[in-house]
């Protein structure tokens, strides 16, 4: 018999990258939707919107019992963003799940104090904006009584890949023009220059990485940071993408300082980015392997062929 998957979200991009990685790897796999997108080939949908959440626990419970599944073998929730969202999760998944998946963020960390690299563990955490909320969401998950559902945490640093736009600092973050500008010889204004150190994880990556989670109840209540293999200055992403398209990279620098006094909610991503990834070596989970040019190339053909 199949491990059967159950994705909150599904049509997005991480969503979206770990159905088709399931599907392929002989999972079955339900997502839940708003039923507003177009969902990948070979998943079962359950139209619900997670906002109201007495009809979206009971639209679960029916395409569970339509299905003959008495628990999901994985829940991975890939949008929660809010306390509500934690809390829908542990209320509706802890008697309906053996693994609930959380995907959370790098930027729960107060950018000011971060160590290089940064493991799990930290005093200073972001108290509100995005990160702020997803930290809160880990917060929840580490109070709430879970039954016999066990959870683990995911926090993924710039996520790439086929299914999404490219770019990964301001201004051209996830830029839809990106290789417009860069074929017709336009300077790209980069923060600081670009050197700024990341570690960009392929979606692909991210997706293999959960659902290596599953049957493994030993990874109860962890939280794991998520990062590709290769450690590179953000405009070194950049001009990989030029060399893959032909062109030279031109880089106009925006001063830090002036672009945070206007944009101070950028703060996350104007800072060193890199991760100690031994955690996961050490619970011998499929730690992220493709090499950032490879799996650039591979979004570059995505968007070239769109």
Same mark, same amino acid.
């Given at each position: 018999?199949?491990?059967?998957?159950?994705?909150?979200?599904?049509?997005?991009?991480?969503?979206?990258?770990?159905?088709?990685?399931?599907?392929?790897?002989?999972?079955?796999?339900?997502?839940v939707?708003?039923?507003?997108?177009?969902?990948?080939?070979?998943v079962?949908?359950?139209?619900?919107?997670?906002?109201?959440?007495?009809?979206?626990?009971?639209?679960?419970?029916?395409?569970?019992?339509?299905?003959?599944?008495?628990?999901f073998? &994985?829940?991975? +929730? %890939?949008?929660?963003?809010?306390?509500?969202?934690?809390?829908?999760?542990?209320? =509706?998944?802890? +008697?309906?799940?053996?693994?609930?998946?959380?995907?959370?963020?790098?930027?729960?960390?107060?950018?000011?104090?971060?160590?290089?690299?940064?493991?799990?563990?930290?005093?200073?955490?972001?108290?509100?904006?995005?990160g702020?909320?997803?930290?809160? %969401?880990?917060?929840?998950?580490?109070?709430?009584? %879970?039954?016999?559902?066990?959870?683990?945490?995911?926090? @993924?640093?710039?996520?790439y890949?086929?299914?999404?736009?490219?770019?990964?600092? @301001?201004?051209?973050?996830?830029?839809?023009?990106?290789?417009?500008?860069?074929?017709?010889?336009?300077?790209?204004?980069?923060?600081?220059?670009?050197?700024?150190?990341?570690?960009?994880?392929l979606? $692909?990556?991210?997706?293999?990485?959960?659902?290596?989670?599953?049957?493994?109840?030993?990874?109860?209540? *962890?939280?794991?940071?998520?990062?590709?293999?290769?450690?590179?200055e953000?405009?070194?992403?950049? *001009?990989?993408?030029a060399?893959? =398209?032909?062109?030279?990279?031109?880089?106009?620098?925006? @001063?830090?300082?002036?672009f &945070?006094? $206007?944009? @101070?909610?950028?703060?996350?991503?104007?800072?060193?980015?890199?991760?100690?990834?031994?955690? &996961?070596?050490?619970?011998?989970?499929?730690?992220?392997?493709?090499?950032?040019?490879?799996g650039?190339?591979?979004?570059?053909?995505?968007?070239?062929?769109?």
């Amino acid at each position: 018999m199949n491990d059967n998957l159950l994705i909150i979200g599904g049509s997005g991009f991480v969503s979206g990258t770990m159905a088709r990685r399931a599907v392929a790897a002989g999972w079955d796999v339900w997502v839940v939707t708003r039923g507003q997108r177009t969902l990948p080939a070979g998943v079962h949908a359950i139209v619900a919107d997670r906002k109201q959440t007495g009809a979206f626990a009971a639209q679960i419970s029916a395409a569970m019992k339509g299905a003959g599944i008495e628990r999901f073998d &994985l829940v991975a +929730d %890939c949008i929660g963003y809010d306390v509500d969202d934690a809390l829908q999760d542990v209320a =509706v998944f802890r +008697d309906r799940a053996r693994q609930l998946v959380f995907v959370s963020t790098d930027f729960v960390f107060d950018p000011v104090h971060r160590h290089f690299p940064q493991g799990e563990t930290s005093a200073h955490y972001l108290p509100d904006g995005y990160g702020g909320n997803k930290r809160l %969401c880990e917060m929840e998950l580490l109070r709430s009584a %879970c039954g016999d559902m066990s959870w683990t945490v995911v926090r @993924p640093c710039h996520i790439y890949g086929p299914g999404s736009l490219l770019g990964c600092l @301001p201004t051209h973050g996830r830029d839809k023009q990106l290789l417009k500008r860069l074929r017709a010889g336009e300077a790209l204004r980069l923060v600081g220059g670009g050197h700024f150190l990341q570690q960009p994880i392929l979606a $692909q990556d991210l997706a293999d990485l959960m659902l290596g989670m599953v049957h493994r109840t030993d990874l109860h209540q *962890r939280i794991f940071q998520a990062a590709g293999p290769d450690v590179v200055e953000s405009v070194a992403y950049y *001009r990989i993408i030029a060399d893959i =398209v032909g062109v030279e990279l031109g880089v106009e620098e925006l @001063p830090v300082g002036e672009f &945070l006094a $206007q944009n @101070p909610a950028s703060a996350s991503f104007l800072c060193h980015r890199i991760y100690d990834l031994g955690n &996961l070596q050490q619970a011998a989970l499929p730690v992220p392997a493709t090499p950032l040019r490879t799996g650039l190339a591979q979004q570059v053909a995505a968007l070239d062929a769109q």
